[in-house]
């Protein structure tokens, strides 16, 4: 199980929100936000088969096209550092 760790305002202590929530509660909030994030990766992943299938004419799968790919993804990882 992954960690999701939320920074919550100052202004919430007044709400009791912060250490002194339950545990059962957190549970109950990191639920909601799993529930929600599955949600909006299976839309994602409706729409990118959605915009593949209205793309046009499939293209060969060749190794050149994979080797061109590589390439970019290597460079773009070298810029990110």
């Known amino acids: 199980m992954q960690t999701l760790n939320i920074a919550l305002p100052n202004s919430l202590?007044?709400?009791?929100?912060?250490?002194?929530?339950s545990p059962?509660?957190?549970q109950r909030i990191r639920k909601e936000v799993?529930?929600?994030l599955d949600q909006y990766q299976e839309q994602d992943?409706?729409?990118f088969v959605r915009e593949?299938?209205?793309s046009g004419e499939p293209i060969p799968?060749?190794?050149?096209?994979w080797t061109k790919i590589?390439?970019?993804?290597?460079r773009r990882l070298k810029e990110a550092k």
Do not use: K, M, P
């Open 13 to 21: 202590e007044a709400f009791g929100v912060g250490e002194s929530v």
């Open 24 to 26: 059962e509660y957190w």
């Open 34 to 36: 799993q529930t929600r």
């Open 45 to 47: 992943l409706e729409q």
């Open 52 to 54: 593949g299938l209205e």
């Open 61 to 65: 799968f060749t190794h050149d096209i």
């Open 70 to 74: 590589d390439a970019n993804i290597q």
